[in-house]
């Protein structure tokens, strides 16, 4: 079966600080992998995705995004966190069908 | 552009009442999906359109309905609100359904059942 999962449902970093949040993904062919971000009480922004080519993927805001093949990971990564990039991260992945399948999303909290 | 805009923000309903959401686009998407948002459980899909005069089910379709008359809009209903329909409701659209198609979302509709 596809699905996505998001191992950690906080992540606390100090501005500043690299950041990573973690997904790990399981379906069957090639895998096309999502990020999106949702601010307090607003939709899901679009922040990058992978589909074929550089394992490294650039997205909005600074974000970037490592896709590992062998580990079936696609992590989300800054190399200096802000205090505006707290949000909560969903990381999804298409299934055999071309549906979206969402992570539990994880929660980002950075202080100051 | 305006983008993806759901109407209302937010509303309360009583068990048994019934409701419609609305869900607008301006970017000439032919796709439109209606998700569901609850703590812990990420975003499931209850219903999608491919195009106009079409409608498909998603993962969890039960004790909703929907409507895609014109291309830019589509309508979710609910015909007797229940409790367990308590969550906020996310609108997307996008070009096509390919693999590397990029979904757009609105604002949400929070929604609570008494």
């Known amino acids: 079966a596809q699905s996505v999962a998001q191992p950690e449902d906080q992540v606390n970093v100090a501005e500043g600080n690299p950041l990573t949040v973690k997904c790990t993904y399981s379906?069957?062919?090639?895998?096309?992998l999502f990020w999106y971000v949702q601010y307090p009480n607003r939709g899901l922004q679009f922040l990058l995705k992978?589909?074929?080519?550089?394992?490294l993927v650039k997205g909005s805001y600074g974000f970037e995004a490592e896709f590992n093949k062998s580990q079936t990971s696609f992590h989300l990564k800054k190399p200096s966190a802000l205090v505006s990039d707290s949000a909560l991260y969903f990381c999804a992945v298409r299934d055999y069908t071309d549906k979206l399948i969402f992570g539990t999303g994880t929660r980002l909290q950075v202080f100051p | 552009n305006a983008g993806v805009t759901q109407t209302p923000k937010f509303r309360v309903l009583k068990t048994g009442q019934s409701m419609t959401l609305l869900c607008a686009q301006d970017?000439?998407?032919?796709?439109m999906y209606w998700y569901r948002q609850d703590p812990g459980m990420g975003l499931r899909l209850i219903h999608y359109?491919?195009?106009?005069?079409?409608?498909a089910k998603g993962e969890v379709p039960d004790g909703y309905n929907v409507s895609r008359l014109k291309k830019q809009n589509f309508l979710l209903g609910l015909e007797s609100a229940a409790p367990s329909q308590t969550s906020v409701y996310f609108c997307?659209?996008?070009f096509g359904q390919g693999k590397g198609e990029t979904q757009y979302f609105g604002p949400g509709t929070r929604l609570l059942v008494l």
């Open positions: 992978y589909i074929t080519g550089d394992n």
């Open positions: 997307a659209s996008s």
């Open positions: 379906v069957s062919g090639n895998p096309y």
């Open positions: 970017m000439n998407h032919e796709y």
């Open positions: 359109s491919v195009g106009e005069g079409t409608t």
